[in-house]
Every structure is written in C-alpha cells, then in structure tokens.
C-alpha cells in the first residue's frame, strides 16, 4: 500500500503542470493525460468510497437494522394483538353460549311455570263448572218437582172449576187430585 501511495504521488507531482491545462482536442483521448485522469479518478473514487463506506453505510446498516427490528416488534406486538383477540373472541362466544343456555333454561322454566298455571287453573274452572253444573241440576229437579206439583195444584183447582160450571156440582177434590197426579206421571213417563 505505501509502494501504490508513493507511485501515485509521483505520477502526481510529474503531472501537475500538464493537469492544469490541455493543449488541444479532447484530453480524455490524449494518452498524455492518462496518468493525470487515472490519479484524479482513483483519488476521487477513494475519497468517495471511503465517505460511502465510513459516513453513509453505517446510516444505512444502522437504518436497515432499525427498520428490521421495528418490523420483527410490529410483527410481535401484532401477534400478541391476534391472540388476544382470539382469547376474546372465545370469551365472546362463550358469554354468548352461555346466555343462549340461560335464556332457554329461563323459557323452559317459564314455559313449564305457566303450563302449571294453566292446567291449575284450569282445573279450578272445570270445578266451578261442575260445581255450577251440580247447582244448576239441584235447581232444575227442584224446579221441576215444585212446578209439577205446583202444575198439578193449578191444574187441580182449574179441573175442579171446569166440572163445577160445566156440570154445575162442586166435585170431590181428592178425587180431581188423584186424576190430576195420574195423567201428570203418565205426561212425564212419555216425556222422558
């Protein structure tokens, strides 16, 4: 490396006075520029590398890494996101099973309750009725018995009335009672 430092400052100091200036044309094609061009190049590319390679590639390492470790954090926290959302989506789901398995254990409860209710009361009317029923046939056969014999009293004093203008007599009651009963039981035979 000294040897290469050494030519090349040689080469430079012989070449100074021809760097400054060209004659004529182009002194890129002019072999007589070369070594001034070759210095100036390897002299620029160096400095240029070494800025590059001392200032500008930490930077980029240094962001490259930082960018790296914030993606691996983001991919972390996300994963971290993701179970817990998981753990809260089966949480949720559970809260909801567990609400369904309430809430129909709630309508059956319900559900059997009223059906209880109603069969109770149900009950309870249709002994009202029977009880109604029992009452309303009591007062039938009671009206039944008073209004025949109650028939059979109007119909005793009317017959007896009857015969007593149609024949002009005062006729026997007991004997219009007993025929008045008579036809009465044979009018209810028939009747039922």
Do not use: C, H
Not at 32 to 45: K, S
Not at 89 to 102: G, S, T, V
């Amino acid at each position: 490396m000294k040897k290469f430092s050494l030519v090349l400052s040689v080469i430079f100091l012989y070449n100074t006075s021809r760097v400054l200036g060209a004659e004529e044309g182009m002194p890129q094609l002019n072999p007589e520029y070369w070594a001034a061009q070759i210095f100036w190049l390897i002299l620029i590319f160096s400095v240029l590398y070494i800025v590059i390679w001392k200032i500008f590639l930490p930077k980029i390492v240094n962001g490259i890494e930082n960018r790296k470790l914030k993606v691996v954090n983001d991919l972390n926290e996300t994963q971290k996101l993701k179970d817990s959302a998981e753990k809260k989506l089966e949480e949720y789901n559970k809260i909801i099973e567990d609400a369904k398995k309430a809430a129909k254990k709630t309508i059956e409860e319900n559900k059997k309750k009223l059906e209880n209710e109603i069969k109770d009361k149900n009950q309870k009317f249709n002994e009202e009725i029977e009880k109604e029923l029992i009452s309303a046939e009591k007062e039938i056969k009671n009206l039944k018995k008073n209004s025949i014999s109650s028939i059979n009293k109007i119909a005793t004093e009317i017959s007896s009335e009857l015969v007593k203008q149609v024949v002009g007599t005062k006729v026997n009651m007991s004997n219009v009672t007993a025929i008045v009963d008579e036809v009465s039981k044979k009018e209810i035979k028939n009747n039922i």
